[in-house]
């Protein structure tokens, strides 16, 4: 790397502490940074960041440049085979020694090698070098560069890297720190109300009022099964259940906002006539969703465990979406009759043995009442509350909307029997 290569090289850090740390993401930081690198003199054709990642289901977070396509971004997750490729990894021995590992690139395989080295020598790279990201916490982040220069990478360039590894640490654990207050507020709270509270929205009390669908599901005769079963198996059953509630739920553009014991709680928040609609369709479609993911789970679960069957009801008007709580403990959730009416509804439906009621505000909004099946006293209501059963076809609708509407929820069914 020359004089003027240095000097761009003390720039790319200038530029890391002063300015990249107010890029939105990572991704934007990473494309600026090869191009940086390049025109420093220091030939990278492959660039790869890897940040740990605070999630249910994920190990860590990639963003992967390459000459030929750019920056890709990658997940990954705790599977065996992934687990396995890590363990004889360049990686591994970064995170264990918290010292950098470089691989100068032979055309002849070698014994004992990584196993990421076929595939760089495959690609026409020469040399690799793979370096911590510090973190102030215990578990790093890496950087790697490659290149396809015959001669690879010379030491002023490694001394570079390392040197531009030390703001990159503070930024991507910085960016990181962000990414894991966002993944536990979704995983806990939801989407929605995760983004109210990293907004601000934090004093009791804090929230709006909002037009929803509410849905209310609860497992029948959980009581008796939760006496019955040893609590691993208590634990197995409520996953199955929550498992595939919530996959639909967010399928179809609602969240669930709470499983409290057996029930579940969610919405499909909506704005007008047309988005109630399309709120109420979307529900529908989420409740018959996941009656087919519980059937699989009853054909596929291990025998030991009892079938499961659950109740739903579904019910539409406004809530209050929001801070409910102590001074120092919140809960951000949906309150008020609604919610009530629809969580009575749901326990209606294992007297009356059915799998979806709906209420006539619900039944109202498609237009669809041929299911009606009478009015009923529901806990906390002075009047009887007419309720109904999910149509089984579009010509019980008396609007186009609603018919198209039970047509597609009609059409699910067909297919799932």
Not at 23 to 34: A, G, H, K, R, T
Not at 223 to 246: H, V
Not at 349 to 374: M, P, R, V, W, Y
Request: proline residues 5%; glycine residues 10%.
């Amino acid at each position: 790397m020359s004089i003027h290569g240095a000097i761009l090289s003390a720039d790319i850090v200038s530029w890391l502490y002063e300015k990249a740390r107010f890029y939105p993401n990572i991704s934007q930081v990473l494309e600026e940074l090869v191009e940086r690198t390049r025109e420093a003199g220091m030939l990278v054709d492959r660039m790869w960041i890897s940040i740990p990642v605070l999630h249910p289901s994920l190990r860590a977070k990639g963003f992967h440049w390459t000459l030929e396509k750019g920056v890709e971004l990658r997940y990954y997750r705790g599977e065996p085979a992934l687990e396995q490729m890590y363990l004889n990894s360049p990686l591994k021995v970064v995170h264990d020694t918290g010292e950098s590992v470089r691989l100068q690139i032979t055309q002849e395989a070698q014994e004992n090698e990584f196993g990421i080295v076929p595939d760089l020598r495959e690609a026409g790279f020469t040399d690799y070098i793979a370096m911590p990201l510090v973190f102030s916490e215990a578990t790093p982040g890496t950087v790697s560069m490659a290149t396809r220069e015959p001669v690879g990478f010379n030491d002023t360039d490694i001394l570079a890297f390392e040197t531009i590894a030390q703001p990159l640490s503070m930024l991507c654990e910085a960016q990181a720190l962000k990414e894991k207050a966002e993944t536990v507020l979704n995983t806990y709270v939801g989407p929605r109300a995760g983004a109210r509270v990293l907004n601000g929205e934090i004093k009791r009390g804090d929230g709006e009022r909002i037009s929803a669908i509410v849905g209310f599901a609860d497992l029948r005769g959980f009581t008796q099964l939760s006496n019955q079963l040893p609590s691993d198996k208590i634990i197995e059953l409520l996953n199955i259940y929550f498992g595939a509630m919530s996959e639909a739920v967010e399928r179809n553009g609602g969240e669930v906002l709470k499983f409290i014991g057996d029930e579940v709680l969610s919405v499909f928040p909506y704005e007008n006539e047309e988005g109630a609609r399309v709120a109420a369709m979307q529900a529908l479609l989420t409740a018959k969703e996941t009656m087919q993911g519980i059937q699989r789970a009853n054909d596929t679960s291990c025998p030991m465990l009892p079938d499961l069957r659950l109740g739903m009801g579904l019910h539409a008007g406004d809530v209050f979406f929001g801070n409910v709580g102590g001074e120092t403990r919140l809960d951000f959730t949906v309150v008020g009759p609604t919610v009530n009416k629809a969580s009575r509804i749901a326990g209606l439906s294992k007297d009356l043995n059915q799998d979806i009621l709906t209420s006539k505000e619900f039944a109202d909004i498609l237009g669809c009442h041929a299911g009606a099946l009478g009015s009923y006293y529901l806990k906390g209501f002075e009047e009887p509350q007419p309720v109904f059963t999910a149509p089984e076809h579009g010509s019980d609708c008396k609007t186009e909307e609603g018919k198209l509407a039970w047509d597609a929820y009609g059409a699910l069914k067909t297919n799932a029997s």
